[in-house]
């Protein structure tokens, strides 16, 4: 059965204080494994696609990167604007069905 | 911005009525998706639609329908509301490339 698992469920940082997400996942026909970042009250919004192992991807302070078994979305130096919940999710068919870990929600105290 | 519009985005009902929610769509986009978010689940794919008339089921598709009878409108019908089905529901379409989902602002739905 495939599955996405997102560790830790919730993460306190102080502003500057750099750290990591992790996404573990089991899927038969891994077609892209993707990150998106969600606020209160919206819908989640893409950051990043990885689809081979050792793809690397980066966008301000955040940089995704992908092994054969998982993903970690590492943030360097947070602001108080990082503080969201950030998805993994990863596709599986032609068709772009995904499935979605949990969330990891992250807040980044000034 | 995908263009992607939901409505309503907060109901209210009682259990056993039926309920309607509409997914709009401004860009011609050939898949679109109907996900629920609960708290401990994240988001669980319901039903998907790769084209007019064609429909297909998610993990979790037992109590709804949906229909795609033109492009740009994907519905999604709960036959008949029950208190599980209380949740925020988003819609979400595939852009061209195949790669991410734009996803809708959400449908907030609380069942009775």
């Known amino acids: 059965e495939d599955q996405v698992t997102q560790s830790p469920e919730a993460l306190r940082l102080q502003e500057g204080e750099s750290s990591s997400l992790n996404c573990s996942y089991t899927v038969s026909g891994l077609r892209g494994l993707f990150w998106y970042r969600q606020d209160p009250g919206k819908g989640p919004e893409f950051l990043f696609t990885l689809y081979s192992a050792g793809e690397e991807k980066e966008k301000e302070r955040l940089k995704a990167t992908l092994t054969k078994k998982e993903s970690f979305l590492h943030i360097t130096a947070p602001k108080p604007e990082d503080s969201a919940t950030y998805l993994c999710a990863v596709q599986y068919t032609n068709a772009g069905k995904s499935t979605f870990g949990d969330g990891t929600t992250l807040t980044v105290k000034p | 911005d995908a263009g992607i519009t939901q409505s309503p985005r907060h109901k209210v009902t009682e259990t056993g009525t039926p309920v309607t929610l509409r997914c709009h769509q401004t860009e011609n986009h050939r898949y679109m998706y109907w996900y629920r978010q609960d708290p401990g689940h994240g988001l669980r794919l319901i039903h998907y639609?790769?084209?007019?008339?064609?429909?297909d089921k998610g993990e979790v598709s037992d109590g709804y329908s949906v229909s795609r009878s033109k492009t740009e409108d994907f519905l999604l019908t709960l036959e008949s509301a029950t208190s599980s089905q209380t949740s925020v529901y988003f819609c979400a379409i595939r852009d061209r490339d195949g790669e991410k989902l734009f996803f809708g602002s959400g449908t907030q739905l609380s069942v009775l």
């Open positions: 639609s790769y084209g007019v008339k064609d429909t």
